[in-house]
């Protein structure tokens, strides 16, 4: 997959969200998909093509956690980088789901911009040499 090709999930509750993240990545050579919920990213996920990154919050209301949902991205989609954004958990948390390998990575809220472009653009390029 090329990079102009490169498909990107982010799954958040809160719509308003979607707008905003999509405005962080726009000048990423990336395509954006969106869902509310875990159930909605998983059958997005099973109705497509495989996304090279997948972005999600963790805390998305009733139904499954961020870590719930990349953890079933990891069995049905293994090559995807699945990155959590997260104010809910600490960092030491994080880090250890990154080591257990639950997570390729996390941000945590507030979001700086330049971070996750950095990070989202990182994960493609990994993805792409897998």
């Known amino acids: 997959m090329d990079p102009e090709s490169a498909r990107i999930l982010f799954?958040?509750?809160?719509?308003?969200?979607?707008?905003?993240?999509?405005?962080?990545?726009?000048?990423?050579?990336?395509?954006?998909?969106?869902?509310?919920?875990?159930e909605q990213g998983k059958q997005l996920i099973s109705e497509s093509s495989?996304?090279?990154?997948?972005?999600?919050?963790?805390?998305m209301g009733p139904g499954l956690t961020g870590v719930e949902f990349l953890k079933w991205v990891k069995e049905h989609s293994p090559k995807t980088i699945r990155i959590l954004i997260t104010c809910g958990l600490d960092e030491d948390s994080m880090i250890d789901m990154v080591s257990r390998k639950d997570i390729d990575g996390y941000s945590l809220k507030p979001v700086i911009i330049d971070n996750l472009i950095s990070q989202v653009n990182t994960a493609v390029l990994a993805y792409n040499a897998a």
């Open 11 to 38: 799954v958040d509750d809160k719509i308003q969200l979607h707008d905003l993240i999509g405005g962080m990545l726009e000048a990423l050579p990336i395509t954006m998909f969106y869902a509310q919920t875990g």
């Open 50 to 59: 495989e996304f090279a990154v997948i972005l999600s919050n963790h805390n």
